[in-house]
């Protein structure tokens, strides 16, 4: 480990399964582009989806890991455990007017919003409030349509406008888990990452990412992201 190094990159698997040819892509990726420039690396185990964690999964995951060769340079973070600190993010966003309590299901957003290249985008409907009797399901993150650009260090600069390409996204979903767009963002924060090496199934939650960044105050990293498998 370089300590006080500038570069500081991750890995960051959901354990929803053992390690697969495209996650170690990703490893390798984010692994050979932080000891180049003599960086620290990490590894975080994204298991904010409890739904979708495998038992065992995560430790079959570093255990193959290290089997291979790839040495992290500091506890591992796992984001099951971190439940209390994205609870407080969440409610700062609440208190400042940027998130706001949505009833919405799937089928109402199908029925009110339009397909985009990204799924179904969320046509606003309980920006001002939660009409009548409903009851809040989820939580999201009012956006707005500036456009959100980045020099991805692979793909090359990057433009997206939130509001009219996805619309407000959620930030708590409706089983009460935090979602992984708010838990990524915080950690990588958290843990001081300077660059993100990832795969580009990815490249297009990104923007979302540095928005949500940008809100916080937080420092944007560096993005690269690596061609699927
Ligand atoms: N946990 C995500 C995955 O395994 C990766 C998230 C990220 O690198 O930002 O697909």
């Not at 920006?127 to 399901?137: E, F, S, V």
């Not at 300077?194 to 928005?211: C, E, F, K, N």
């Amino acid at each position: 480990m370089t300590a006080g190094t500038p570069y500081t990159g991750r890995f960051a698997p959901s354990p929803s399964g053992p390690l697969h040819a495209g996650s170690l892509v990703a490893a390798m990726a984010s692994y050979v582009h932080a000891r180049q420039h003599q960086g620290n690396w990490l590894v975080r185990i994204e298991d904010v989806d409890e739904t979708r964690t495998q038992p065992g999964a995560a430790d079959d995951i570093l255990h193959t890991l290290d089997s291979l060769g790839f040495e992290w340079d500091s506890e591992i973070i796992y984001q099951s455990q971190r439940k209390e600190r994205y609870a407080a993010v969440l409610a700062q966003l609440l208190n400042s007017g940027h998130a706001y309590p949505c009833a919405c299901s799937r089928a109402d957003i199908t029925i009110a919003g339009t397909q985009g290249d990204l799924g179904w985008i969320y046509p606003g409907s309980c920006r001002n409030g939660i009409p009548g009797d409903r009851t809040a399901r989820t939580i999201r993150l009012r956006t707005d349509d500036e456009p959100v650009s980045f020099y991805d260090l692979i793909t090359g600069t990057q433009v997206q406008r939130i509001e009219s390409e996805v619309g407000d996204f959620v930030l708590r979903r409706a089983d009460g888990y935090t979602a992984y767009q708010l838990a990524v963002v915080v950690d990588d924060a958290d843990q001081a990452i300077s660059h993100v090496v990832r795969g580009a199934d990815l490249l297009s939650s990104t923007a979302r990412q540095i928005y949500l960044g940008q809100l916080l105050g937080l420092p944007r990293p560096q993005y690269a992201h690596t061609p699927l498998v």
